[in-house]
C-alpha cells in the first residue's frame, strides 16, 4: 500500500534536511556539550526591557495590536535610526514582523515573481535559497572567499542577468563577521541604481559592531532609499532572540505590497514586547555602546584563549562569532568532521562554516558563538585546547 504521507507537502521543504543550528543544538543537549553553535546569549537580556515587558503584559492591552505594529513602536524605530544612522524614516514605512525570519519571507513573497532572479552572496543564512525559491525565484549565488570576503563588479556583473531583479544580503555578515566596506557598499548602490534592482537587506547585526566602527546601510547610499528593504531585529539589539521581534523597513511603494504580505503571515506580534522594545530603543547612545563593549570583551576573551590554545582565528569585526581556521590550526580535516568530533570528544558543539554555501565551497573554518559568561568560553577553551593536543598526539607532532 503507498503511504499516503510521502507524497505530502512541497518538494522543497518535504526533501530538506533540519537546518545546521537546530542539529548541533540537539547534539549539544543530548551530549551535555557546550553550546557554541547556536548564537544566542547566556543570559536574560537586560533586565529594564524585560521590565517593560511584563509590566505592559500585566497592564496595557493584550488584544490584536495594529496588523503594521502598535505606532509607539513604529515611531521609536523610525526615531532609533536617525540617531544612529541618519535616516529619514517615517514611521509609515516601518511594519513591524514576528522576528526579522518573517521580516525576511515577506519580503521576498511580496517582490519575487515566478522565474525573478535574486543574486545572494555566500556564504549565507540558511533560509535565504528556500525561501526564494519557495516564492518562485531563482537563487544566483556568489561566492565570496576567505579572508577578505570581498565583493567585486565583476562578480556581480557574472552573476546578473536580464532576469535579475532582486539582491539579498546580510551586513554585517554572519558567519564571516565582516561588516561591509564603505566602498562595497557604494559598489552594491551603482549596481543596484544601474540595473534597477531592489535590495533586501538584512541588517540585523547593525549595533553589534566592534572596534570603534560605524555602521553604515545601503539605505543610505545614492539611489538606494527608494528601493531599500532594511530588516531589523530587536533579538540581536537587546540579546532576546527568544522574543522573535523584527521589523522592515521601506519608501511607501514598496512598505504596502510588504504589509499585504505580512498580514497574512504572522499578522501581528505580542504587543507587551512591542512596547518594551520602543522603550528600549529609546536607550541613550552609550547604553549601545557599553552592549558593544560586552560583546567585543568576550570575543577577545575567546580568541585569545583558543590563539593560545594553538588554533588560528578569523577576525571578527561584527555579530557573535568568530572562526577558526583549520589547516592553519594544524588540523587535517574538514570542518563537518571536526564539529561531529568535538561534541563527542571535547563536549563543545560548533558550526561548519561550509553549512552557509549552497554548494560548500569552503570546508576549512568553523564558527564559534562567543556571546556567553566568562566561564563557559573558558571551559570551551580548555576543552578545545585538550582535544587540539589530543589530535597532534595522534599524528605525532604534539609539544
Known amino acids: 500500500m503507498t503511504d499516503p504521507a510521502a507524497a505530502l507537502g512541497h518538494p522543497l521543504f518535504r526533501d530538506m534536511p533540519t537546518t545546521i543550528f537546530e542539529k548541533m543544538s540537539i547534539r549539544a543537549r543530548e551530549t551535555g556539550a557546550i553550546n557554541l553553535g547556536q548564537g544566542f546569549p547566556d543570559g536574560p537580556g537586560p533586565h529594564e526591557v524585560l521590565e517593560a515587558a511584563a509590566h505592559a503584559l500585566l497592564n496595557r492591552s493584550n488584544q490584536y495590536p495594529p496588523m503594521m505594529g502598535l505606532p509607539e513602536l513604529r515611531a521609536a524605530i523610525a526615531a532609533h535610526y536617525g540617531v544612529h544612522q541618519g535616516l529619514d524614516l517615517r514611521p509609515e514605512e516601518v511594519i513591524v514582523t514576528s522576528g ?150 521601506a519608501a511607501p511603494a514598496l512598505a504596502t505590497l510588504l504589509a499585504r504580505a505580512h498580514q497574512f503571515l504572522t499578522f501581528t506580534t505580542a504587543p507587551n514586547l512591542q512596547w518594551a522594545v520602543a522603550e528600549g530603543l529609546g536607550k541613550p547612545a552609550q547604553w549601545f555602546a557599553q552592549m558593544r563593549d560586552d560583546y567585543q570583551a568576550s570575543r577577545d576573551r575567546l580568541a585569545e584563549g583558543l590563539e593560545a590554545a594553538g588554533y588560528a582565528v578569523q577576525p571578527s569585526a561584527a555579530t557573535w562569532f568568530l572562526s577558526i581556521d583549520l589547516p592553519a590550526s594544524g588540523i587535517a580535516m574538514d570542518d563537518v568532521t571536526f564539529c561531529e568530533r568535538i561534541i563527542d570528544e571535547a563536549g563543545v558543539a560548533a558550526i561548519p562554516v561550509s553549512a552557509f554555501f549552497p554548494d560548500g565551497a569552503v570546508t576549512s573554518l568553523v564558527r564559534l558563538c562567543f556571546s556567553k559568561a566568562d566561564g563557559v568560553i573558558d571551559a570551551a577553551v580548555d576543552r578545545l585546547a585538550r582535544f587540539r593536543q589530543s589530535l597532534l598526539a595522534e599524528s605525532g607532532t604534539a609539544r
Not at 103 to 123: C, R
Not at 204 to 223: K, N, T
Request: hydrophobic share 50%; charged share 20%.
Open 100 to 249: 526579522a525570519a518573517e521580516a525576511l519571507a515577506a519580503s521576498l513573497m511580496a517582490l519575487v515573481t515566478p522565474g525573478d532572479e535574486v543574486l545572494v552572496l555566500a556564504p549565507l543564512y540558511d533560509s535565504y535559497v528556500p525561501l526564494i525559491e519557495r516564492a518562485g525565484g531563482v537563487a544566483k549565488v556568489i561566492t565570496l572567499t576567505p579572508p577578505e570576503w570581498r565583493i567585486t563588479q565583476e562578480a556581480l556583473a557574472a552573476a546578473a542577468s536580464d532576469r535579475t531583479r532582486l539582491i539579498l544580503l546580510n551586513n554585517p555578515t554572519n558567519p564571516t563577521a565582516v561588516v561591509m566596506r564603505e566602498a562595497e557598499l557604494a559598489l552594491l548602490a551603482r549596481f543596484c541604481v544601474e540595473r534597477d534592482l531592489i535590495a533586501i537587506c538584512d541588517e540585523v547585526w547593525e549595533h553589534v559592531i566592534f572596534d570603534g566602527a560605524r555602521y553604515q546601510s545601503l539605505m543610505a547610499f545614492p539611489g538606494m532609499r527608494e528601493r531599500t528593504v532594511k530588516i531589523g531585529s530587536a533579538g540581536k539589539i537587546f540579546s532576546l532572540t527568544r522574543w522573535k521581534v523584527g521589523w522592515m523597513c
